[in-house]
């Protein structure tokens, strides 16, 4: 019998990370508590106050609209963790390894199939922090899952972290689009997401084809899909 994990959500705010979490539920898993990474806030000056930062220009985490992060713990009822986003993007090689020695002294050693950067400043490295404090209240947690789909820049700098703190990484919906089905059919991913009710609306667009009209449409929507094709 497949162990039922106990499982610590990383969550964007995306449809993405929140179907994830209905996927670990679906195939018999605990979520025990909700982790985010938000960007932090620019230094305050006498001409420019202090303003949070919506939008972190990352290679690494989707931030835009993260305020409304602290609504996933008030509708699932889960304790959630929140870290500001450490570094920015040092190693940004495709596949991403780090030889960690010495955790307690924050030594590190990041190694990738073409790249020699250091990774103690990467933005990847928050996570370590994050789910250190995450562990240190739910010492149960033995796994933590995350939405990614097509991206190995970022399932692989999961993975390197989650292997680090002994967590299992899960992530349910990677290659989604193209996983065979027990039946053929038509559709995929937002089809699958409105199949269980996921409203899931844009609030921001940033691709050739797509401009402000498209803001706040439901994603998964049958109108907004034939919008997107």
């Not at 620019?42 to 931030?63: I, R």
């Not at 209240?137 to 692989?156: D, M």
């Amino acid at each position: 019998m497949a162990q039922n994990l106990k499982v610590i959500g990383l969550i964007s705010g995306g449809k993405d990370s929140f179907f994830s979490l209905l996927h670990c539920q679906a195939n018999g898993h605990r979520i025990i508590a909700l982790a985010n990474l938000y960007p932090p806030s620019p230094p305050s000056t006498n001409d420019s106050p202090n303003e949070d930062t919506d939008d972190l220009n990352s290679f690494m985490y989707q931030t835009v609209g993260h305020t409304l992060i602290p609504l996933y713990a008030e509708m699932l009822s889960l304790p959630l963790y929140r870290q500001e986003i450490r570094g920015t993007a040092v190693n940004t090689a495709k596949e991403y390894s780090t030889v960690h020695v010495g955790h307690d002294d924050n030594v590190s050693s990041a190694t990738a199939s073409d790249s020699d950067d250091n990774g103690g400043d990467d933005e990847t490295e928050s996570m370590i922090t994050l789910l250190d404090n995450v562990k240190s209240h739910h010492p149960e947690a033995n796994a933590v899952c995350s939405g990614a789909i097509l991206s190995s820049y970022q399932r692989t700098r999961i993975e390197s972290v989650a292997l680090r703190m002994n967590l299992v990484p899960l992530a349910y919906l990677w290659q989604y689009p193209v996983l065979p089905t027990p039946i053929p059919r038509e559709g995929g991913l937002l089809e699958d997401m409105a199949a269980v009710g996921i409203d899931a609306r844009i609030v921001k667009v940033a691709s050739g084809g797509l401009d402000e009209d498209m803001l706040w449409e439901n994603v998964c929507a049958e109108a907004t899909r034939k919008k997107l094709t």
